[in-house]
């Protein structure tokens, strides 16, 4: 019973470690290879959880996040950027080692937090509580320290994956939901797609403070 | 039950008559007022019905929120305040069908006039707090919608616009009182809360929530800014409703969560109450001393009785608290009885400056005068109203004011030091405010009614239709009987006594007299009014006679003393202002800084002399001025953050989240 845990907390903390390799990577092409690790571990942590606790429908899922997120979206978003010709721009709001310290902050408070409200019979779902609302601050940490428009959408995609591994060891999500949620962040990838385009035709760059500019913000 | 049928069948009409009046236009809509007249008729016999025949009237209606519905109740408190506000609404409807159908119908008052009385009695019978807050708003927006009719007019609009505000903060204050109430259960359902009232903190809040939210509405200071600008601006028979009954809503509110629903009293709850008061009885009257407006004097004069309501309900409490059921009694006939009669007096009063408006078309009182002679019949029952607002005997002010004074004379038997010390200082307080409330209708009736007309307005004036003549002689022929009939209506609300306080006043009916009203004890504390009145009557009698012998037999006309000016000009009386001089230099220049400036040409120079007072309002400066610029300055600085990037928006909402989980980390 251990290793099927010690193997869950082992892909979850892998998942985690992606998460802090999103925050450092300096051009967009690494940062879209990370998130894809991220997902293809995630596809392997429900596929383990599915397989373990005996739920099948947690297959699906797997297969979702795995052709989904693990290769469609970061095939396409490398795609966009060799379009756009864009592979060297990581514009970064605050620096590599600051990110990485509030992102260390932000996983030590998840882990505190997890810990005092998951208490009980469930408590050995928790650490896989813990690290999966870690890697959804690390995604959001993530949106807000990039200017980069595909950044931002990969760290939005980076907090669904933390969102998905925490239904996963919730135990309560079903299915219906779950593909609710996969259908809503793929409609949300097209927004941002057409978005990016949008603000590409219009101003050549897609830093987005390039639309603060139009609206008067003062830096 | 054949009373739940008329009882809802009164209410329909009344939506019905308000939903067809938003379709016809013209004189058409003059079919409002018979059908709201006899509506109130209706709901008034049921009230009357349930209030002398004991029991209660009880319904569920599937309408509203799914599964819990709307609970309407209707016991002896709904009941007697029912018969307050169907009277008021009455006698303004009766005062409505007068209106010339080709002038004075308008389809922005007479569509709202039945849906605001349906919202008044909706409120009394709700049983549960989405019911009451539900009726509760329905009436403040109707209200409201009555008071913007006029929207043309900027002081309307700006009276619109401080009315709406206060009537949103004050239904919020409702919602908290209620969500205090209903615990964390969240029974809302008034018979849930009786059971289960609520711990004494949460019990004190509540408390408070109440007395702002119903105090707002009623006029209690210094939440009151709002009721002398709306309470004119809406038409008279309208400002007679507002003033005369919808204030008595806000006190039934109070009545119901202090005394009802809010379990057994602590002492110092009676505090809040009686010392807001007696302010309010005392500044409400020094406003309206102040004021050169006629139905501004009366909204203020409306404060000033709220006040006194208060100061009532608020001994009775402490009463309540300490166990002394018979001064509780005496105390909540008191508050009881001047709700009844305020609201006849008061609709009498504003009806009657509707009266002079619609005469006149002035309502300021330096433009008017000598209407005694143009207008006798209202100026008959304007006086009856202002003799009964003065609290004179045998007139009906003065049952309650005595049973209050009676109260508070009785104050002193309290053990607590504060209430015990309190109860002379309010006392002084309530005199005072009485002695300022007859030097404020002498002002107003005698700068009205007397003298002679000071613009070309009041001299042409003529009296009104005879409806509403008939609405205000009913009104006055009612604040006689209830002066001459205190112990009867009494009596009458003693049910309604024993369900608040427990008692009603156990020694009624052991006076002298079979009508004299007893308070506590025959041997100390007696009011005979028909004995009054029958010795008034026999001394005016005999003095009208020997004088009329003495003197010379025929009545001469001469012309009147002029103090040695010969001047014609009407300029030369007394005006509003100048008869409000004493007490403005008395107190005027504490509680109003009241400034007096003299500009004197020097001689040679043919300016006119000019003289002008400047008056600071320090309640409105302090709480209404002061935090309004403070939310201007802090949405100001708010502004920026209309502007920012997306990026920074999501630091906010990051940032919010990392705060939040914090505390949830360090707290949990």
């Known amino acids: 019973m251990n290793q099927v845990y010690d193997i869950s907390h082992l892909l979850a903390g892998v998942m985690l470690v992606t998460s802090f390799a999103l925050l450092y990577q300096q051009r967009i092409a690494a940062v879209l290879n990370a998130f894809a690790a991220q997902s293809i571990t995630l596809a392997l942590a429900v596929a383990w959880a599915a397989w373990s606790e005996n739920r099948p429908d947690l297959f699906i899922t797997a297969l979702i996040a795995f052709s989904l997120k693990g290769v469609v979206i970061p095939v396409a978003l490398h795609r966009t950027v060799a379009r756009l010709g864009i592979h060297r721009e990581v514009e970064k709001v605050v620096g590599v080692g600051a990110a990485l310290m509030v992102g260390l902050a932000l996983t030590a408070l998840a882990q505190a937090l997890v810990v005092k409200i998951a208490q009980g019979p469930a408590s050995q779902a928790r650490e896989e509580l813990a690290l999966a609302l870690a890697i959804i601050l690390m995604g959001f940490l993530m949106m807000i320290v990039r200017r980069n428009a595909v950044t931002q959408i990969v760290g939005f995609m980076s907090m669904e994956n933390g969102l998905i591994l925490a239904a996963t060891g919730a135990r309560g999500m079903p299915l219906v939901v779950e593909i609710s949620v996969a259908f809503s962040v793929l409609i949300a990838l097209f927004v941002f797609a057409v978005f990016v385009f949008r603000i590409r035709e219009r101003f050549d760059t897609i830093d987005i403070e390039a639309l603060d500019r139009m609206r008067g913000d003062r830096r | ?668």
Not at chain 2, 473 to 488: D, E, F, N, Q
């Open chain 2, 1 to 668: 039950m054949p009373e739940l049928y008329v009882s809802g069948a009164a209410l329909g009409a009344l939506a019905v008559a308000a939903a067809v009046a938003t379709l016809v236009r013209g004189p058409a809509l003059a079919f409002v007022y018979p059908l709201s007249a006899l509506a109130a008729l209706a709901l008034g016999a049921v009230d009357l019905h349930v209030l002398l025949g004991g029991g209660e009237l009880v319904a569920w209606l599937p309408i509203g929120l799914p599964t819990i519905g709307v609970h309407l109740r209707l016991d002896s408190l709904s009941a007697f305040f029912g018969i307050v506000i169907n009277g008021g609404i009455l006698a303004a409807s009766i005062y409505g069908i007068g209106f010339d159908r080709a002038k004075e119908l308008t389809p922005r008052v007479e569509p709202l006039f039945p849906l605001f009385a349906a919202a008044m009695n909706l409120v009394l019978i709700a049983d549960d707090a989405y019911a009451f807050l539900f009726s509760w708003e329905l009436m403040s927006l109707t209200s409201w919608a009555l008071v913007v009719a006029r929207h043309t007019d900027p002081e309307s609009r700006r009276a619109s616009y401080l009315y709406l505000i206060m009537a949103a903060i004050g239904t919020s204050a409702l919602l908290f009182a209620f969500g205090g109430l209903a615990g964390p259960a969240g029974g809302y359902g008034f018979d849930t809360i009786r059971a289960h009232p609520p711990q004494s903190l949460v019990a004190a809040l509540v408390l408070a929530a109440a007395l702002v939210g119903c105090g707002s509405k009623g006029g209690l200071i210094p939440l009151h800014a709002w009721l002398p600008l709306a309470h004119p601006a809406a038409p008279s028979h309208v400002s007679a409703l507002m003033s005369g009954v919808m204030t008595k809503v806000a006190v039934y509110g109070f009545v119901r969560i202090a005394f009802d629903l809010l379990g057994p009293p602590s002492w110092w709850w009676a505090l809040p109450p009686i010392v807001l008061g007696a302010v309010t009885a005392v500044l409400g009257l020094l406003y309206a001393v102040l004021d050169r407006d006629l139905k501004r004097v009366l909204a203020y004069s409306t404060i000033e009785n709220i006040g006194v309501i208060f100061v009532a309900l608020g001994l009775a409490l402490a009463f309540r608290a300490n166990g002394q059921h018979e001064g509780a009694a005496v105390a909540m006939a008191a508050a009881l009885l001047h709700v009844l009669n305020h609201s006849w007096f008061k609709s009498l009063l504003f009806l009657g400056a509707g009266a002079v408006l619609h005469a006149t078309g002035r309502r300021d009182l330096d433009g008017l005068g000598g209407l005694i002679h143009r207008m006798p019949r209202t100026a008959a029952f304007f006086l009856v109203g202002a003799l009964a607002a003065s609290a004179l005997p045998p007139l009906n002010g003065f049952v309650s004011e005595w049973l209050l004074f009676q109260a508070v004379i009785a104050g002193q038997t309290l053990p607590q030091a504060a209430l015990h010390f309190a109860a002379p200082a309010i006392g002084a307080m309530l005199a005072l405010a009485a002695a300022l409330a007859a030097a404020c209708f002498v002002r107003v009736y005698g700068t009205a009614f007397l003298g002679r007309p000071r613009s070309v307005e009041a001299a042409r004036a003529h009296d009104v239709p005879l409806a509403q003549q008939i609405a205000m002689g009913g009104l006055a022929i009612l604040c006689i009987l209830g002066g001459l009939l205190g112990s009867v209506l009494a009596a009458v609300i003693a049910p309604v006594l024993r369900v608040l306080v427990g008692a009603d006043l156990s020694s009624a009916g052991s006076g002298p007299t079979p009508l004299s009203l007893v308070a506590f004890d025959p041997a100390r504390s007696i009011y005979d009014a028909p004995v009054i009145a029958l010795f008034v009557a026999i001394a005016s009698i005999t003095t009208l006679f020997v004088v009329h012998r003495l003197s010379a037999r025929r009545t001469r006309r001469g012309p009147a003393w002029d103090c040695g000016f010969p001047d014609p000009s009407p300029a030369t009386q007394y005006t509003a202002s100048s008869f409000a001089q004493p007490l403005r230099r008395v107190y005027g220049a504490v509680v109003f800084a009241a400034r007096e400036t003299v500009v004197m040409p020097p001689p040679g120079d043919n300016r006119p002399a000019q003289f002008s007072v400047v008056l600071t309002d320090y309640v409105w400066r302090a709480l209404y001025a002061a935090p309004g610029r403070a939310v201007l300055k802090l949405s100001e600085r708010l502004n920026a953050l209309q502007f920012l990037s997306i990026r920074r928006y999501l630091v906010l909402m990051f940032a919010a989240l990392v705060i939040l989980l914090s505390i949830a980390a360090v707290m949990i």
